[in-house]
């Protein structure tokens, strides 16, 4: 199984600002995803990361707030736009080598709101 | 429209007992499932999975059962250990090229020494 990093592990952000986080994989992987947990609720998952290309957004969640990069196939940033405390929540990073077999995650990124 | 369910937010159970974990699903095109172990502070950790051409998977204390006709799965582990004490969450992918995986929303599972 993939190890995956993801950096910061938390952070406590100004409403307004942006951050990026980073997703680092030890070997080449074809799938890259990214999730969000708001408090309390399930995983949602927000975009595939495609390398090389833009990235795939799922219903409700558009570029422009979220932009992915993935220059390569073991590492992809996603960056929260604008925030505000309704962006409180856990990121998540999760790899996959091909449909029909398991995903792997990072260990999130807490993101607080202030 | 949440297509993967667990009815159950929390359960607790004696060490050494069984300990059984529901999931209900709507979308018929989902042939993948999976359970998840998340931790406080760290990301979901891959326990087991199932493709619909099963209905039964075991991997040492854990075993997954899947009803398609009712959509419904379950994770039974025996003997319950206190640090199986997580949160539960079942996934469920359509096996199409993306492998994306919808979640149920968990269950917070106590195992009482």
């Known amino acids: 199984s993939a190890v995956i990093s993801q950096k910061p592990s938390r952070d406590i952000c100004q409403r307004g600002t942006s951050l990026t986080i980073q997703c680092q994989v030890d070997s080449q992987v074809t799938m890259m995803f990214w999730y969000r947990q708001q408090p309390g609720q399930s995983l949602t998952l927000i975009a595939t990361?495609?390398?090389?290309?833009?990235?795939?957004?799922e219903s409700g969640f558009v570029i422009d707030k979220f932009p992915i990069s993935r220059p390569n196939l073991t590492f992809s940033t996603l960056t929260v736009s604008n925030m505000s405390p309704e962006d409180s929540s856990i990121y998540l990073c999760?790899?996959?080598?091909?449909?029909?077999?398991?995903?792997?995650f990072g260990q999130g990124t807490r993101l607080t709101v202030v | 429209d949440q297509q993967v369910k667990q009815n159950s937010p929390s359960l607790s159970v004696q060490e050494g007992r069984i300990s059984i974990l529901n999931c209900d699903y709507t979308?018929?095109?989902?042939?993948?499932f999976l359970w998840y172990k998340k931790y406080p502070a760290e990301g979901p950790t891959f326990l087991i999975s199932?493709?619909?051409?099963?209905d039964k998977n075991e991997d040492g204390r854990f075993t997954v059962f899947l009803n398609k006709s009712a959509k419904h799965l379950s994770l039974h582990i025996v003997p319950s250990q206190p640090g199986d004490s997580a949160v539960y969450f079942c996934?469920?992918?359509?096996?199409?090229?993306?492998?994306?995986?919808?979640f149920g929303t968990g269950t917070l599972l106590a195992v009482q020494p």
């Open positions: 979308n018929s095109m989902f042939d993948y």
């Open positions: 199932i493709s619909s051409i099963k």
């Open positions: 990361a495609n390398q090389g290309s833009e990235a795939t957004y």
């Open positions: 996934a469920a992918s359509d096996n199409g090229a993306t492998n994306k995986l919808i």
């Open positions: 999760s790899t996959s080598d091909r449909a029909g077999t398991e995903a792997f």
